[in-house]
């Protein structure tokens, strides 16, 4: 059953944010079950919001490939996360996130036209 995963690191800043998901090469190498991914933060932390096919396909990610790259980037503090049964998806404007680009890379400019 597909899941929605909320994953609040505190502490966690967007720079180092952007050299955990540059280290772990989703683009080349993107994890098994992953749907979608987007990640929003500011001086309080970082926040993903994703879309998984399984919990056991993220617990997978998470476990094996997430916390050791955060590891190796000085991150030590466990992150809060909440994992529910996926009720709903809507995406009326599914073509912006293909001009935006289905990439693991940040969107650094605030005024991109989406």
Not at 24 to 30: F, I, Q, V
Not at 70 to 86: D, F, K, Q, S, T
């Amino acid at each position: 059953m597909a899941v929605a995963v909320i994953t609040h690191f505190p502490d966690l800043s967007l720079a180092t944010y952007d050299e955990v998901v540059a280290s772990l090469e989703l683009d080349a190498n993107p994890p098994a079950g992953a749907i979608l991914h987007v990640a929003s933060g500011d001086e309080a932390g970082v926040v993903f919001s994703e879309i998984w096919q399984t919990e056991q396909t993220f617990r997978a990610f998470h476990d094996y490939r997430l916390m050791p790259a955060l590891r190796l980037h000085g991150v030590v503090r466990a992150p809060v996360i909440e994992i529910e049964p996926l009720h709903n998806v809507y995406a009326p404007e599914m073509f912006a996130i293909e001009r935006m680009g289905a990439v693991s890379l940040p969107l650094h400019s605030a005024s991109s036209p989406l």
